[in-house]
């Protein structure tokens, strides 16, 4: 049994059910019976790294002898409470998605992603104890990074993540559900935080003390985007509000962003957190859990290839207050991070998978050491951000 000890899968989260690996096997073939695969089911094995979902890359051989790639999802409901709102909310991005797609005579198979419903046609399916699980054509010759290895994938990454943006800019965003509440709202987010250092049932804020001042002394800068948002100088658009590296594919032939994945946040937000939130995690230059801090920063070069390349994705669409707030974008959403990283290690890791001991506390760490980074370098980064305005 596995709960806080490592699982058959190397990582752990809390909430998740305690289950052995047989159990979860049969889960998974439960899956894979109700959803309507072609062909004969070979094989499965985890897939990615993502924090949130159980994913797994599924093999079938097609009557006709080829093998066919999906990916299989069990969806995480501690988080995602309601899956018939989620799953709304995919299938019409997705459909609105592939009309656009089709008029631009692009790949409607690789350029977005494509839900395999159940037999009985449904988009997900709900096991014996509950879990849900669902599944997407595998996007093939592709690959997604989790740390940026050239300027130029990072750039693409950029044009991708602002043309998604832009492609979504006439979407009905009363039609989305929030499927997470206030998942972007940095005062709602730091009153969690407030909360769990002052209940601190793990007894682990006394590790944190350092990481707690820091978010304190910027408890001002907290509310800046969402009273700007609210005073009507910045616009709410449908935004994806998860732009981190690995949720976009990179084609291997072109070196192009192919496909925006992991949509289960897209909802109306702030362009300036989706630029932000892929600075924070693809400009450093060590990775989101690096232990040695002295190689956490934020790499300038980075840092312009990637404004480049989502001012160009967003097509001109951004306005000059949008513009100049980027580096706000950065900044906030870098410290956002780590406070939910650090929320999560003082309520017992109960959120983000974690693959060690202390490791939200060491993810905590680099985000809050790359946003004193990005303090020190607040000039450049808004001469960097005026060159585009
Ligand atoms: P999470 O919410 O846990 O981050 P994701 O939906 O981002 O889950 O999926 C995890 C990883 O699986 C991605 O980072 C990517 O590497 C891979 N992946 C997801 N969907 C596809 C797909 N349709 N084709 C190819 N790879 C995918
Ligand atoms: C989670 O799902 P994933 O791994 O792409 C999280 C993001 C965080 C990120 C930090 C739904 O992203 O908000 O920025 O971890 N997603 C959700 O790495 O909470
Ligand atoms: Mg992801």
Request: net charge negative; charged share 30%.
């Amino acid at each position: 049994y596995r709960k806080q000890t490592s699982d058959m899968h190397g990582s752990t989260r809390k909430g998740e059910l305690a289950m052995t690996r047989e159990e979860y096997c049969s889960k998974i073939q439960e899956a894979i019976e109700a959803i309507g695969f072609r062909g004969e089911y070979l094989d499965h094995c985890r897939y990615g790294s993502g924090h949130i979902n159980d994913t797994f890359l599924i093999r079938f051989k097609e009557p006709e002898g080829n093998v066919e790639r999906y990916i299989l999802q069990r969806m995480n409901h501690e988080i995602f409470k309601n899956p018939d709102e989620l799953m709304e909310n995919i299938y019409n991005v997705t459909s609105f998605l592939r009309d656009k797609i089709s008029k631009m005579h692009g790949d409607t198979k690789r350029e977005t992603m494509n839900v395999i419903y159940t037999k009985d046609g449904r988009p997900y399916f709900k096991d014996s104890i509950g879990a849900c699980w669902r599944a997407y054509l595998f996007v093939g010759d592709t690959m997604s990074f989790d740390k940026v290895e050239n300027t130029k994938d990072f750039y693409e990454s950029g044009v991708s993540f602002g043309h998604f943006q832009n492609l979504l800019a006439d979407f009905d965003a009363a039609s989305l559900h929030e499927t997470i509440p206030d998942f972007h709202n940095t005062p709602v987010r730091y009153e969690a935080f407030l909360k769990a250092v002052k209940e601190d049932i793990c007894g682990r804020a006394k590790e944190a003390e350092a990481e707690i001042r820091f978010l304190m002394q910027r408890e001002k800068d907290m509310g800046i985007c969402m009273e700007l948002q609210r005073a009507g100088e910045l616009p709410l658009r449908v935004t994806h509000n998860d732009t981190k590296l690995n949720n976009i594919l990179i084609d291997t032939k072109t070196g192009k962003g192919i496909c925006v994945i992991d949509l289960d946040t897209v909802m109306p937000g702030l362009s300036i957190f989706d630029y932000g939130d892929s600075i924070r995690f693809g400009a450093n230059r060590a990775a989101e859990d690096e232990r040695d801090l002295t190689k956490v920063s934020l790499d300038l070069k980075l840092f312009e290839a990637y404004t480049k390349g989502f001012l160009e994705g967003c097509g001109g669409s951004l306005t000059e207050k949008e513009i100049e707030l980027l580096p706000m974008g950065a900044k906030l959403m870098t410290m956002e991070c780590g406070m939910r990283f650090l929320t999560d290690y003082l309520v017992g890791d109960t959120y983000f998978r974690i693959h060690r001991e202390g490791h939200n506390l060491d993810r905590c760490r680099t985000q809050l050491k790359l946003v004193e980074d990005m303090e020190q370098k607040w000039d450049s980064m808004k001469d960097i951000t005026g060159k585009y305005r």
